[in-house]
């Protein structure tokens, strides 16, 4: 008589992570620190746009930054079911690193090719509210039983980043639009 193994293997829509005590504190600090910078870019890019374009086209970072969250949070949704994440945590480290560079490397490029077009300042402008809208909507699909802690450091870290931005407009040297 022989004994057969079965191996289930599934592939949850939710994947059922926990956390430790410790991985759960840097998580919703990460959480933090995302949604502080993104507001801080935000604001910054304004700042940038007056100087680079005309004063009008302050309003046009607003409507960047949804754009910019939203179709980050759409292409997880699209993506999610087309891969196998192993590990959502190893993604979101990932995009978060790619995150601190498009903030550099877009603030430079609009600084530094301050002649192009609108269009050209539109797309390296909204980059990095794309990867901060794939990190959060990853967040909060993945681990959902942390939802409220989750949205607490969101909207936390989003007005702290609105303090810091006066705050370091004080101490920075601006110049003047």
Request: charged share 10%.
């Given at each position: 008589?022989?004994?057969?193994?079965?191996?289930?293997?599934?592939?949850?829509?939710?994947?059922?992570?926990?956390?430790?005590?410790?991985?759960?504190?840097?998580?919703?600090?990460?959480?933090?620190?995302?949604?502080?910078?993104?507001?801080?870019?935000?604001?910054?890019?304004?700042?940038?746009?007056?100087?680079?374009?005309?004063?009008?086209?302050?309003?046009?970072?607003?409507?960047?930054?949804?754009?910019?969250?939203?179709?980050?949070?759409?292409?997880?949704?699209?993506?999610?079911y087309r891969s196998?994440?192993?590990?959502?945590?190893?993604?979101?480290?990932?995009?978060?690193?790619?995150?601190?560079?498009?903030?550099?490397?877009?603030?430079?490029?609009?600084?530094?090719?301050?002649?192009?077009?609108?269009?050209?300042?539109?797309?390296?402008?909204?980059?990095?509210?794309?990867?901060?809208?794939?990190?959060?909507?990853?967040?909060?699909?993945?681990?959902?039983?942390?939802?409220?802690?989750?949205?607490?450091?969101?909207?936390?870290?989003?007005?702290?980043?609105?303090?810091?931005?006066?705050?370091?407009?004080?101490?920075?040297?601006?110049?003047?639009?």
């Open positions: 008589m022989s004994k057969e193994k079965t191996i289930k293997i599934t592939f949850p829509r939710f994947s059922e992570i926990e956390f430790t005590l410790k991985a759960n504190i840097l998580f919703i600090i990460g959480i933090f620190v995302i949604s502080t910078t993104v507001l801080m870019f935000e604001v910054t890019l304004t700042r940038i746009f007056s100087l680079v374009l005309l004063n009008h086209f302050v309003v046009l970072i607003i409507s960047l930054a949804i754009f910019g969250l939203g179709i980050g949070a759409f292409l997880i949704y699209i993506f999610r196998k994440y192993d590990n959502p945590l190893k993604i979101i480290v990932f995009l978060s690193f790619l995150l601190s560079l498009m903030y550099i490397c877009s603030t430079l490029f609009i600084i530094h090719y301050s002649f192009l077009d609108l269009f050209v300042y539109v797309i390296f402008a909204s980059i990095p509210f794309i990867f901060a809208g794939a990190i959060l909507s990853l967040s909060y699909i993945y681990y959902h039983k942390h939802y409220g802690k989750i949205y607490f450091a969101d909207l936390s870290g989003a007005s702290i980043g609105c303090i810091l931005v006066i705050i370091s407009q004080g101490i920075f040297v601006y110049p003047k639009p």
